[in-house]
């Protein structure tokens, strides 16, 4: 085990129940060779793996590619990731369903994207929607149930929605978490996830951007899943089950 692993390590070890984790990586349909390099590493790790698709960005043969995987037994979930991953606000931060956006348009893009995800992926396609950015608005949510979808991901820091009929599936570590607008240090990393992990009472999610990983970033993730996966005190799930996990929880709550 790699010396930066050890905080992590002691973290899950340290917990008083075991722990369920689930990874999301974005803007399928983007750089396909990195999203076969990360495909592989986790079907070798023996770890599943969520990729949000968005729909206007994926291709052919990406969709074949996706659905050999699926039809051998690949622990891959696939979800909508907005429409076109194109920001729409004139100022501030980047949102494709930003508050500039009326509903309707909204609803349209939901709608569209779900309808060209399906075409392709039938019923592989999860109910679930992460928007581009992690961002939207509460009118987002009710577009998204109004299209049959279950679940929304987003960063957790965004707060919570509370759109009856729509469970939050939140993302609490961000592998390319930045400060000040510098990536943080591979210590300074470990010790945040160390720590979300002590008091993880939900799923923990984590986010990934393929298209932004280089050969650091892989190994570094391989040795991660590899903690994760030779753990008895560790589940990793696809985020669907995450889902089902935290709707039973709400239900009881």
């Not at 051998?72 to 979800?79: D, M, Q």
């Not at 932004?212 to 996966?229: I, N």
Request: hydrophobic share 45%.
């Amino acid at each position: 085990m790699k010396s930066w692993l050890l905080p992590i390590a002691r973290a899950i070890d340290g917990r008083p129940t075991p722990l369920d984790v689930f990874f999301r990586d974005d803007d399928g349909g983007w750089a396909d060779g990195e999203l076969t390099t990360l495909l592989d590493l986790c079907e070798t790790c023996g770890a599943p793996i969520d990729v949000a698709l968005i729909p206007f960005a994926v291709g052919n043969a990406l969709t074949s590619a996706l659905t050999r995987r699926l039809s051998r037994g690949a622990a891959i979930g696939l979800h909508q990731h907005g429409f076109m991953h194109r920001n729409h606000e004139p100022e501030g931060r980047p949102c494709e369903f930003g508050p500039s956006r009326s509903i309707s348009a909204q609803h349209a893009d939901v709608a569209w994207g779900r309808r060209l995800l399906l075409w392709r992926f039938g019923p592989a396609l999860d109910s679930i929607f992460t928007p581009p950015w992690n961002r939207c608005t509460p009118a987002t949510a009710s577009c998204l149930v109004a299209n049959g979808i279950r679940a929304i991901s987003r960063d957790r820091s965004a707060g919570a929605l509370n759109c009856e009929g729509l469970v939050e599936c939140p993302i609490d570590i961000d592998w390319f978490r930045r400060e000040k607008g510098v990536r943080l240090s591979r210590d300074a990393w470990t010790r945040r996830v160390a720590a979300a992990i002590a008091t993880a009472a939900a799923p923990l999610g984590f986010m990934l951007h393929h298209a932004q990983m280089g050969a650091d970033d892989f190994e570094a993730l391989a040795g991660l899943l590899y903690l994760f996966t030779d753990s008895d005190r560790v589940r990793l799930l696809r985020m669907r089950e995450a889902v089902r996990t935290l709707h039973t929880a709400e239900c009881l709550a």
